[in-house]
């Protein structure tokens, strides 16, 4: 079973409960409300082609569930909600994604303890997204965010909202040797740092946040452990995430004009490792479009086209795959009670041909059930040296949620 590190997570439970303590003594306990609620998933995968790699599954059952508590004041809010996973992958863990208290100070805002944050606003990728490490447990194609401990102040500046941030490191989950998603050597448990990066360093970020008419902007600056490693083989085999000490500044914008949106996501980073190891400063970038179209054939539904095209100036050395890749889809909006949603992505590497088709579909079956399903068809992954080891792994998903 998977755990967060225990001095820190000791560290942020007393946190939360001074803070919750303090929320008590200055607003008066009969001033204070509770909520609690949350969510369980029960979830089937499947992979079609036979697998690529000794020791991979070919179906998998995981199972999650994510209470929420809620503790409030005038002035002061603690945020709990842990997450248990497990399934038959035998990779069981507990986490915290969102385990923070939040208090207003006048104008200001200050956050303590894990959470997610979400940078940007394209649809494929998102290089401005920094902050969050990754949970890659289930594949390296299905990451989900881990919450990240950090201090956060927040305070109206002019048409939006200053952050400044101190951000605690930690690293990212790797599938084990049963899954599918993974690379064909075993990534082993711990991690190394080199390129000024250490395990005790606290990054720091700043981003301003606002609205300009039509337009949607965000500007970001962020310095420290990244969390995208490059992967170290040992002498046993496996490889091991060694982390690098990064900057990065960043602009995300968008604009709105009638019924179309111009989305783009620009950064400038140095100290990141590339595919083969090697530390260089780049600029990469995502460029979209989308438009909206109403009443289908007077059918009530709506379809909103997609097209983002992502560029990275190291070219073939590029860490994250997206450096000349041309995105298009579609989302197509039942607006029914049940809030049928569907999602067909083609994402298409101009260089060497690889491509990828995801088609999803979101439905609520009661006020408290919901039902998700989705398609993943890779093609001409022996192509792409970031995702030949994933060329076997078309999948097909299928999940129940319940809310409580």
């Known amino acids: 079973m998977t755990v967060p590190n225990c001095t820190r997570l000791s560290d942020l439970f007393a946190a939360l409960l001074a803070a919750i303590a303090s929320m008590a003594s200055t607003t008066g306990v009969a001033e204070i409300g509770t909520e609690l609620r949350g969510e369980i998933t029960a979830e089937a995968s499947w992979y079609p082609s036979g697998a690529a790699h000794t020791g991979q599954q070919d179906s998998f059952l995981h199972f999650e569930t994510r209470p929420e508590l809620v503790i409030y004041g005038d002035d002061a809010e603690a945020l709990i909600q842990p997450r248990i996973s497990g399934g038959t992958s035998g990779d069981a863990s507990i986490d915290f994604r969102e385990a923070h208290v939040t208090a207003r100070l006048g104008d200001a ?21 920094v902050v969050n490490s990754k949970d ?34 930690a690293e990212n989950i790797y599938p084990g040797l049963s899954s599918r998603e993974r690379l064909g050597l075993r990534i082993a448990k711990g ?19 606002g609205y300009f008419g039509d337009v949607d902007l965000g500007i970001s600056w962020f310095r420290g452990t990244g969390n995208e490693p490059r992967l170290l083989q040992q ?31 620009l950064v400038r980073r140095s100290g ?3 595919r083969l ?8 970038s995502v460029i979209g479009v989308e438009h909206n179209l109403y009443d289908i054939m007077d059918s009530g539904r709506d379809i909103l086209l997609i097209g983002e095209y992502a ?26 009670v049940e809030d049928t949603e569907m999602l ?33 068809l890779p093609a001409r992954y022996h192509h792409d040296p970031n995702s030949a080891a994933l060329k076997n792994d078309s999948a097909i998903i299928a999940a129940l949620t319940y809310g409580f």
Request: glycine share 10%; aromatic share 10%; no cysteine.
């Open 109 to 129: 805002d200050i956050l303590v303890g894990n959470t997610i944050l979400f940078w940007g606003k394209v649809e494929s990728y998102n290089p401005v997204d």
């Open 344 to 376: 067909g992505l083609l994402t298409r590497d101009l260089d060497n041909g690889a491509q990828t088709l995801t088609v999803s579909i979101d439905r609520r079956i009661t006020d408290q059930v919901t039902f998700e399903a989705s398609a993943r």
């Open 277 to 284: 190891g090697a530390m260089k400063s780049y600029r990469a």
């Open 136 to 169: 890659f447990s289930r594949g390296l194609m299905r990451s989900e965010k881990l919450g990240a401990p950090m201090l956060r102040l927040s305070w109206p500046v002019g048409p939006g909202q200053l952050d400044l941030l101190a951000i605690d490191f």
């Open 272 to 274: 990141q490792y590339d």
């Open 311 to 336: 560029h990275d100036s190291r070219n073939g050395m590029s860490h994250s795959g997206f450096q000349n890749d041309l995105t298009i889809g579609a989302r197509w909006l039942w607006n029914d």
């Open 235 to 265: 002498v046993d085999g496996s490889m091991k995430p060694d982390y690098s000490r990064i900057t990065q500044a960043g602009i995300d914008i968008q604009y709105l004009r009638g019924d179309s949106a111009l989305k783009a996501e």
């Open 191 to 209: 991690e190394t740092f080199s390129g000024g990066a250490e395990r005790d360093d606290v990054a720091s970020a700043v981003r301003w946040s």
